[in-house]
């Protein structure tokens, strides 16, 4: 049976009507086929629960998973203020499963996750979103087996000023949760992923980390190290726009002898800066820049390591998660990164994505890793 893939996209003035155009155009390119995993991706200004209504109308029983994000993306590019609703269908089989109390405890979750997992069968997989602003992804992955599941998933965004995001499976839709949908049968995925972001020279010592906040570098508030890198006064930096922006400007913290990318979601009125992985005290970081080359790079890069994990397999669908940095680095060439990924992937393969504030992928050894600032594009194949 072969795997067909319908992507839909609307813009309108309420959310369920938006879900409602969506799903209908995706079932429209999806044909005769009947959708056996409906994913959706809707702008954080829609109401969650009118946009799953209307998403709902059409698609009935069918797994649905989804996440918020301030836009989304497809083949044509970045779409603000819209739902897109991606059906897949195949020889494979999906379940769709809500935890709401992911916000209050990773490992838990991660726990209850595999108590869901149906019994072993070779070859499953996972796909994932949960809240950007709530909850430790770090250790939600540290806290998953072993096991040889395939995993790989995103942090929802949404209205940074606010905090707020939401996620939906099935017929449930919230905030602080976590919507996954095991996947199992004639299905390949092909998973890749880089970043854009490179050391410019500048380093300094974590001091002082507590949880999620970075409050000092150097002896001294991370904003007053921001402030005389930049230029811009250190109280700037807790007001908008800069309070954000801080994102475009991360931290690549030692991991052994790697640098990992830890980039910081907002800056408080302390002059702390709130993260969604912790740090610890005592290491070193370094100040990582961005720029349009190296990111439309990195997404050639994501797009081609994930065509090789399809091996033989014909790419059907792309799935593009990417930072919300890369959003506002691109903001002069909107859906840059799409054009990229089409450089690899070709024009006629169906992509929907959206920005996240976090990603995760298999690492070593079959445990997830968390990630900041990257692009993974997850592409879906049939086995031959």
């Known amino acids: 049976m072969t795997l067909y893939c319908g992507v839909g996209l609307a813009q309108a003035l309420d959310g369920r009507e938006a879900g409602l155009q969506a799903a209908h155009q995706a079932l429209n390119h999806l044909g005769a086929a009947a959708p056996g995993l409906g994913l959706v991706i809707s702008s954080h200004q829609y ?11 059409l698609l009935g029983d069918a797994p649905t998973i989804g996440f918020s994000s301030p836009a989304g993306l497809t083949d044509t590019g970045q779409h603000p203020h819209s739902v897109i609703v991606a059906l897949l269908s195949g020889d494979f089989l ?21 108590q869901l997992l149906p019994a072993r069968i070779e070859g499953q997989s996972m796909l994932f979103f949960a809240d950007g602003f709530n909850g430790d992804a770090e250790q939600f992955c540290s806290s998953l087996p072993n096991n040889g599941l395939l995993l790989a998933g995103a942090l929802s965004s949404g209205d940074l000023h606010t905090g707020t995001t939401y996620q939906i499976a099935g017929s449930q839709t919230g905030s602080g949760a976590l919507a996954a949908a095991f996947l199992r049968g004639n299905l390949r995925i092909g998973i890749g992923y880089d970043h854009g972001w490179d050391p410019v020279g500048s380093q300094f010592r ?16 991370a904003s007053e190290t ?13 007001f908008p726009p800069l309070n954000h922006l801080a994102r475009l400007y991360p931290l690549g913290v030692e991991q052994g002898d790697d640098l990992i ?31 349009r ?13 994930a065509l090789l994990q399809l091996g033989d397999a014909k790419p059907a669908f792309a799935l593009v998660l990417v930072d919300v940095a890369w959003q506002m680095l691109l903001k002069a060439q909107p859906g ?6 089409q450089e690899i992937l070709g024009t006629k393969v169906p992509v929907a994505g959206g920005y996240t504030l976090g990603q995760v992928v298999p690492g070593v050894r079959s ?10 594009v997850i592409a879906f194949g049939e086995e031959s």
């Open 336 to 341: 840059a990164e799409i054009a990229a990924i």
């Open 94 to 114: 999906a379940e769709a499963h809500w935890l709401p109390g992911y916000a209050q405890s990773g490992r838990d979750t991660a726990s209850k996750l595999m």
């Open 261 to 291: 990318v830890r980039a910081p979601i907002r800056v408080e009125a302390d002059g702390s800066f709130r993260m969604n992985a912790a740090i610890r005290d005592g290491i070193d970081a370094y100040l990582l820049v961005g720029s």
């Open 367 to 376: 445990v997830p890793q968390f990630l900041n600032q990257h692009i993974v």
């Open 206 to 221: 974590v001091t002082r980390s507590r949880g999620f906040w970075l409050r000092t570098l150097d002896g001294r508030p």
């Open 293 to 305: 080359v190296a990111c439309e790079r990195a997404a050639r890069q994501a797009a081609q390591q």
């Open 226 to 238: 921001y402030a005389q890198l930049f230029g811009y006064p250190a109280r700037d930096w807790a």
């Open 47 to 57: 109401q969650a629960r009118e946009v799953l209504n209307g998403v709902n109308s």
